[in-house]
């Protein structure tokens, strides 16, 4: 069933969100470059903003889709301490594996591996590949842990935690096109152009030292990097309405399967 959502409403707090990361990985002196106490404690409070805006949003998509900025930001008031540690939980558990002993170190592989011109080793792309495949999943079956949260606060701690993999597996289907559709293709193209982009420039100064720094390819990339990182922004917010979607039809259509039990 379509529905219709404020769009803006949810790219502005994602916006938000993410400007309020940089900035406390900016007063921490986080460069990502390795794993410190600095990087820990910056993507911890990270994890905290993304938790409360994840939350907000859901609600408003829940009860107020077509609701203003304000409007979506007044869900924080809704948010209880056992919401926020379902949610921070689940999010942690995916944040921890991925982000910091997983993006950190492989981010300055690939770096460094690009600037001398080479390819990633085979024993290490193996487990990159399986950690990735494995973050997918583990995001698509808790992928509706803040609609779930917001819907049904009253439910126990426990209760919760099993509805949001109940619902993920339950969606599970609907959840993977959506998700390979607006995120992970467009995610594979850019990188396929960006590194074609980069091995270009570095073949062609390998042959020619003495050649100027390419000023067209590195304009080329800045562009790319700009519009990808809009288009981003741009999918995660219809993807949260899409899952808000999939999340109403499947709570719409549990009476008619348990009657549906009942009568067999």
């Not at 959502?5 to 990502?32: E, Q």
């Amino acid at each position: 069933m379509k529905r219709d959502y404020k769009l803006s409403s949810i790219i502005i707090i994602n916006l938000i969100v993410a400007m309020i990361s940089a900035i406390i990985s900016k007063i921490l002196g986080d460069d990502n470059s390795e794993i410190t106490s600095a990087y820990i404690i910056a993507s911890l409070l990270s994890l905290v903003i993304t938790t409360i805006s994840g939350f907000a949003i859901a609600r408003g998509l829940l009860k107020n889709r077509m609701g203003s900025l304000g409007e979506y930001l007044d869900n924080v008031n809704f948010l209880n301490f056992k919401v926020f540690a379902l949610e921070f939980l689940i999010s942690l558990i995916s944040s921890a594996g991925l982000v910091s002993f997983f993006l950190t170190p492989i981010k300055n592989l690939t770096v460094n591996a690009l600037e001398k011109g080479e390819y990633l080793p085979t024993n290490f792309i193996i487990p990159i590949v399986l950690l990735v495949i494995f973050g997918m999943i583990y995001d698509i079956f808790t992928s509706y842990k803040f609609f779930v949260a917001a819907d049904k606060d009253q439910l126990s701690f426990g209760a919760l935690f099993k509805e949001v993999f109940v619902v993920g597996k339950d969606l599970f289907k609907k959840t993977l096109p959506t998700y390979i559709k607006l995120m992970v293709l467009p995610s594979i193209i850019y990188i396929v152009i960006l590194v074609a982009t980069i091995r270009s420039q570095m073949t062609q100064y390998a042959l020619n030292p003495a050649m100027d720094a390419p000023m067209g390819a590195i304009a080329f990339i800045l562009v790319l990097a700009l519009v990808f990182l809009i288009y981003i922004f741009v999918a995660s917010a219809i993807l949260q309405a899409k899952l808000s979607n999939f999340y109403l039809d499947y709570i719409k259509d549990i009476p008619e399967i348990e009657a549906s039990i009942e009568e067999n």
